[in-house]
Structure formats: structure tokens, C-alpha cells
């Protein structure tokens, strides 16, 4: 026998295990008697498929008959064409099962060994592909590709925790002894003018009822050692470290020297503040939600809705903007 052949023959028993393997599992499933993995991971990554355990076994099972029809022709005429669409079928069977593994793996925290088969079963054939083919560039070509998706999808994070919004603030300010009256929660940023306009004319007045929680969306290192600045000064002795709005105010125009210890508190908050006001699809800042003692929530977005119920609220008397956008 030539050595070609056997070649030829170790690359379609492979592929055709593959294709029987996933076939068997499918029909298994399909009539109700169960499945060759036993662990209770492949049902609970099932809940996660758009198409279903079963469609994804028969998706597979289907993609390996083809792939052995397609293998088999091009050992047989030798034609590049076919060739070449076997191995970008393979190649790309190789990136769909990397980014399924990465997000099953890292995403869930689950394994499912019959997930783990079909896997190794790919990298067997693209092992005998590149024997095959005497191509050892093939054989890396395919790992790097496998590799790649599987750290991508590792990497995502497609379900963030949806944070409460009470875990959203890094400082608060209760403007009465007593932690009655509606709770405002001011969604900011530093870089933001609106933003500042709010602080500037609430630091004005100093509202006199009603806790203040203040959640800023910013994320980089030197905003937040602004604003965990902002936060330490809340405990200092000053003439506003009863004046929280002033303080944030402050901190822009502060200057960090130096590396800055960034408190927990301020990176975790910065961070829930973030996914909170992503998963609530707000389209800007600033945004002001109000939740009274009714359980009513407010939310306003922007200078002008906010300016309009604070007055009306009689939080504030009158609206001016900041000299030099402050």
C-alpha cells in the first residue's frame, strides 16, 4: 500500500468517527434515550444555544458528512479546488468551535465533554490534513485560529451583573440628619460641561432635603484619582466638606502628582455605574434619577429636563451657567 494511501485512509477514518460520533449523539437526543455524555454541563450549555443542543448536533453531524464527501473527492481527483474548500470548511469548523469553547469555559464556568470531543476530533483532522498534505503550516495556521477565537470569546463579557443602583455611587450626601426624603442619584462625568453645569448650580444652593448619591461613569485611572480625591475630602475639615458638589467640582481642576492609590470603593462604584447606565441604554450624561418615598423613579436626562424638575421640585431657585465652563 502506498504511502498516500494510508494517508488517505487515516484522514476519512477520522473524519468518518466524527461524522458517525455526532450522529449517534444527535439520534440519541432526537428519540429521548439519553445522551454519551453523562454530565449534567451539556444540558445546562444547551440552555445557552440559540438553535438548541439538538440543532447544534445536527448541525455538526451534517458539517462532518460534508466535510468527509469533500475530503474524499479531494483525495481521490486530487483537485485543488476541492482542496481548498475542504480545508477553509475545516479552518473555519476550527474558529466556531474555539469561540463555543472560550465563552462555555471562561463565560459559564462550565465544561461539556461532549464539547471537549468534537474539539479534539477537529484537531485530529486537521492533524491528518496537514500529514496529508505535508503541510505543518496548515497545522499551525489551524491551532492559531482555534486559539484565537477561543481568547476573544474568553475575553468578552456578554451578560455583565447587572448592578443595583444603589451600588452605582462612590460618594454620598444626606442633606438632613435623618435619611428621609427622595434619593437623587446624579450620573456624571468629569470631561462632561453639562455635567459641571448641574454640580456648579446645586453647589450654589446646597439642598437642604432629600440624600444626594453621586455615580460617576468615568473610568480611567486619572478621573478616578479625581474622584476618590473628591471622596477623601468628604472626611476632611474644610469649608466644603459639607458641599459634595463643589467638591467633584474641585477635583477637575486638581492635580494628581504621582501614582494615587485609587480606593475599591471608587473603582468598583465607577465600574456598576458604567453597566448600570449601559444596560438602561441612557444616551448621555448628565442623568438624574430620583426615586421618591412613594417608590416613584424619576429619570431625566440632560440639563434642560433636570434644571426644569429640580425647580419645579423647588430644589433650586434659579439656574445659571458656570463662568469659563467650569
Sequence with gaps: MRKGNIRDIVLGTVILLCAVGLTLEYALQAQGAGSLC?????????RYIRIGEIGLLLFG?????????????????????????AVLGLIGALAFDGAL????????????????????GLFLVLVATAWRRASWLLLVGGIAVWCGAFA??????????????????????????????????????LDCPHCSEVLFNLARVAPISGTWHFAAVNRDPASRAKLAWAAKASSSEGADRGNAFLRILKSKKTEISGSTSIPKKVREATRKAGNYFRSRNFRGVPVLVVLKENGVRVSLTGVEHISRYLWEQGVVSEWARPAGGS
Excluded at 458528512?65 to 474524499?72: T, V
Excluded at 462555555?104 to 468534537?118: E, I, N, P
Design 38 to 46: 453523562g454530565t449534567q454541563a451539556c444540558e445546562v450549555v444547551g
Design 61 to 85: 453531524s451534517l458539517f462532518f458528512w460534508i466535510l468527509f464527501g469533500l475530503f474524499f473527492f479531494a483525495c481521490r481527483y486530487e483537485r485543488p479546488v476541492l482542496w481548498g474548500v
Design 101 to 120: 469553547l472560550g465563552y462555555q469555559f471562561v463565560g459559564l464556568g462550565l465544561m461539556c465533554w461532549l464539547c471537549v470531543a468534537v474539539a479534539a
Design 152 to 189: 476573544a470569546n474568553s475575553l468578552l463579557q456578554f451578560t455583565p451583573h447587572m448592578p443595583s443602583l444603589q451600588e452605582t455611587a462612590f460618594l454620598e450626601q444626606s442633606a438632613e440628619a435623618e435619611h428621609n426624603g427622595p434619593q437623587y442619584y446624579l450620573f456624571f462625568s
